[in-house]
């Protein structure tokens, strides 16, 4: 079974960045891609970008790029998410999660059956 801990999370002012960390673990089936997402109360969950595990290819959602990095670490089996300019709208749990498809990332939480269990952004004005 593929496990993932998020991390990096938490509070910071309008204007600021955060770099977000997903390590993974375990087996189960072999891991594809790696994408992040959100989601806030009453909202449905929100794709933000997807790498290769190779980190050769990357995807980002439109509502994101130019604002959001996605990067895989020199550490085996770690990603980061880099968030810069974050706004109050930004508040928001984030998971990580790995794929297992033929493809080099998706933007569809249904290509995941692996998730972590978020790690949580809290963004003030």
């Known amino acids: 079974q593929v496990q993932l801990v998020e991390s990096g999370g938490g509070s910071v002012q309008a204007g600021g960045s955060l770099r977000l960390s997903c390590a993974a673990s375990?087996?189960?089936?072999?891991?594809?891609?790696l994408g992040w997402f959100r989601q806030s109360p009453g909202r449905e969950r929100e794709a933000i970008a997807s790498?290769?595990?190779?980190?050769?290819?990357?995807i980002y959602a439109d509502s994101m790029t130019g604002r959001v990095t996605i990067s895989r670490g020199s550490a085996k089996n770690t990603w980061y998410l880099q968030i810069n300019r974050l706004q109050p709208e930004d508040t928001a749990m984030y998971y990580c999660?790995?794929?297992?498809?033929?493809?080099?990332?998706?933007?569809?939480?249904?290509?995941?059956?692996?998730w972590g269990r978020g790690t949580q952004v809290t963004v003030s004005s």
């Open positions: 999660a790995a794929g297992g498809l033929w493809k080099s990332y998706s933007l569809k939480p249904g290509d995941y059956p692996a």
């Open positions: 375990g087996d189960g089936f072999s891991v594809n891609y």
């Open positions: 790498i290769s595990t190779g980190g050769d290819r990357a």
